[in-house]
């Protein structure tokens, strides 16, 4: 068995803090040493991909030219859009307990097509396809307590064209989990929420009963 001869990989060459390109060896993926990015595996999220397509056009000459440039929509991005929203067209006709499930589904692994393109479903499909994207949507942001949507835990939201709930969303639940936790710690188990009068209100309470 041969060892690995570590001089046949190419030098990092990234820029260091003197000015001068980095001596270390390199990695076969990259080129750059671990210092430099060279165990980096790149954006994995839809997010992140899209930030590096981002940060691409705004080096990219063709940006100061034609911003249109940066607003085409991918045709992949439309077509897994599409996709996901015919399917949940089907699931807005459905009655079924296991229908929150089903939207939940599509909608994590599609939500950030289906915010791309909703608008330009809406102008071909007609303004019911925003409701029924945006219902899907909501449905999904209450339950993964997203940050815009959070308030929902506090107070109620008009409902939804489609995709209501039976039960409150899993951010709902948790938070009154914890407030009955709470409450068992402070109060014990069988604490019910009343208060103990004082003896100013016992004694008030005596009065009023003797005038009636």
């Known amino acids: 068995m041969t060892k690995f001869n570590l001089e046949n990989l190419p030098k990092c060459g990234a820029k260091t803090r003197s000015g001068n390109p980095c001596q270390r060896y390199g990695n076969k993926a990259n080129g750059r040493c ?57 699931l807005s006709k459905v009655q079924s307990n296991k229908l929150e499930n089903e939207v939940i589904d599509i909608v994590s692994q599609y939500h950030v097509e289906l915010e791309i393109t909703k608008y330009y479903i809406a102008t071909y499909d007609g303004p019911d396809a925003l409701l029924i994207i945006q219902s899907a949507l909501d449905h999904y942001y209450k339950d993964i307590a997203a940050q815009h949507l ?21 951010a709902e639940v948790k938070k009154e989990m914890q407030i009955l936790i709470r409450t068992a710690k402070k109060k014990g188990d069988y604490y019910t929420g009343r208060v103990n009068p004082s003896p100013a209100q016992r004694q008030l309470k005596k009065q009023l009963k003797l005038i009636k």
């Open 150 to 170: 959070l308030f929902h835990i506090y107070t109620p939201i008009y409902p939804t064209p489609f995709y209501n709930r039976t039960f409150g969303s899993k």
């Open 34 to 90: 671990k210092l430099h990015g060279g165990r980096s595996t790149g954006a994995k999220t839809k997010e992140g991909k899209l930030a590096v397509r981002v940060n691409a056009l705004l080096n990219a000459i063709i940006w100061y030219f034609d911003n249109r440039f940066y607003m085409k929509i991918k045709e992949t991005d439309l077509k897994n859009a599409l996709t996901a929203y015919l399917n949940l067209i089907d």
